[in-house]
């Protein structure tokens, strides 16, 4: 048995030996400083207020065991955001605020730390019986909030990709509990740190992206059975990215907007000028503050793949990035980029046996590449879908959604003639509010999260190993152990970041 699972077992042995107290007890008895009681509502912080994290705190409000007292972004408060369409995020605010004339007459798409506060501060005021709410602190710097805000329990982390270990790791040295989108970091060596700090602290964690996995139940029952003989690839295809990936770094030197705190926005990426490019939704096309398409969806997708195939960290890694060519003084040249995620890719990640089950391929494609049509869809006369995931084993293939709805054996007639387990065909909406209720329950020490970081490491470990591969050009072989690329030793470089001053982890 694994340390990781002997801590888990003793922490469960723990909670069921103190359930009953849990009701009768102070805060202090239980638990000391990291305990919530389950009288008292998770005090959080919500940090990073763009789009994305404005959508989930309108999700999360309604919640009755959670209570948001701070909200914390570089960015004051602006109407410059870039989102998927124009008017939706307003929109959706005004429909949870009940107040239809919420900011009219201002113009784009809102965001910031004083529009988090004012969400916040205008909904619990609907909610109290006084009608007013001013109970909602606001900062920039997360290291403010952290130091000064002494009534907090967790923190949400909402930020671009590479400020997730760097906020993550200092919330849970202070103790807090931590409740974070994907990815878990976009430097394999953060994603370690931030893992390995979890296990110390040994504060409550949740991972986002398990809220909205898929099932592999069905699958694994026809795989079970032997529908498809012995499984020997997973293929996993998605359209984006669907924001622009820029193959050029900017050259114009536009002002930095009023409100806006560039340096706290960099954190510890390397320094340099201000550019718009970089931020909002765009900043997942860059290897310095995102993790590409697949951090992006894989996570959505895969997170169940990997925990129900136990995969561990690949052993080898390719990449197939599309090219670009830009013409310089009339001479065509293919550029040479360092510093964006391609327009599509395709990367194979190849797994080693464990347990009892057998090597495994992994195939990942984004920017409207996918797999060639099976013959069993041709059968059908049929293609393809823009996304979608594909189980190929030696003697058939299963096609599914991409999270995994609507699987189904290929070609139809097989599905047909097929006697094992049917599908169900039932409609499956998720709670928003099921993730955090699961965080919750890990605050007040009932069990850990079914999202606990403690699950993350093998597909962390493989997705910032795509973006390398990537980089370099080349097939990786990967020893996980030494947590070394041992075929490419300049690869190594990229598993790990240039720090700016100040900021090192």
Request: aromatic share 10%; hydrophobic share 40%; net charge neutral.
């Amino acid at each position: 048995m694994s340390s990781s699972e002997i801590d888990r077992r003793r922490f469960l042995e723990r909670a069921a030996g103190t359930a009953a107290a849990f009701t009768i007890l102070p805060r202090h008895v239980l638990g000391g400083p990291q305990f919530v009681a389950p009288s008292d509502k998770v005090t959080l912080a919500y940090i990073g207020l763009g789009t994305q994290g404005i959508r989930e705190l309108l999700d999360l409000l309604p919640s009755n065991d959670i209570q948001v007292v701070a909200v914390c972004d570089p960015n004051k408060d602006s109407n410059d955001y870039v989102d998927w369409s124009k008017n939706g995020l307003r929109d959706g605010i005004r429909k949870v605020l009940d107040k239809p004339g919420w900011r009219e007459g201002a113009d784009g798409i809102p965001g910031g730390r004083e529009v988090g506060r004012e969400i916040v501060e205008t909904y619990y005021a609907r909610k109290s019986p006084a009608g007013n709410y001013k109970g909602c602190a606001s900062y920039a710097d997360f290291r403010e909030l952290l130091e000064k805000q002494k009534d907090v329990d967790a923190v949400k982390i909402m930020t671009p990709d590479h400020l997730h270990a760097t906020i993550a790791i200092a919330a849970m040295k202070k103790g807090k509990h931590v409740l974070m989108h994907k990815p878990i970091a976009n430097r394999l060596y953060e994603a370690r740190q931030v893992l390995e700090t979890a296990r110390a602290s040994k504060v409550a964690t949740h991972f986002i992206p398990w809220d909205a996995h898929g099932s592999m139940d069905l699958v694994m029952a026809w795989i079970k059975d032997g529908a498809i003989g012995t499984l020997r690839e997973v293929h996993n295809w998605s359209n984006r990215p669907v924001w622009p990936q820029y193959l050029t770094v900017p050259e114009d030197r536009p002002p930095v907007p009023q409100g806006f705190d560039w340096d706290l926005w960099l954190g510890p990426a390397v320094d340099r000028p201000y550019h718009p490019n970089y931020t909002n939704n765009v900043f997942r096309g860059w290897y310095d503050f995102g993790g590409g398409s697949i951090a992006d969806m894989g996570h959505y997708s895969l997170w169940v793949v990997f925990r129900t195939l136990k995969l561990g960290a690949p052993v080898n890694v390719e990449a197939r990035p599309s090219g670009a060519c830009a013409i310089t003084d009339h001479v065509s040249r293919k550029i040479r980029n360092d510093y964006s995620f391609p327009l599509a890719s395709t990367i194979r990640f190849k797994f080693a046996a464990r347990e009892d089950m057998g090597p495994l391929d992994l195939y990942w494609y984004d920017g409207g590449m996918r797999p060639p049509t099976p013959e069993e869809l041709e059968a059908d006369n049929k293609e393809l879908e823009a996304e979608g995931m594909m189980f190929v084993g030696d003697k058939g293939k299963i096609l599914a959604g991409f999270l995994i709805e609507d699987p189904r054996i290929i070609p139809e007639k097989k599905m047909r003639d097929y006697q094992g387990p049917k599908p169900a065909f039932e409609a499956k909406q998720r709670d928003p509010l099921h993730g955090p209720t699961e965080f919750v329950a890990a605050c007040r020490g009932v069990q850990p999260s079914p999202a606990d970081f403690s699950h993350a490491g093998p597909i962390s470990e493989a997705f910032n190993l795509a973006a390398v591969a990537l980089r370099a050009g080349r097939r990786l072989e990967y020893d996980a152990a030494s947590m070394k690329i041992t075929n490419v030793a300049d690869a190594n470089k990229y598993l790990v970041r240039e720090y700016r001053k100040g900021w090192e982890l």
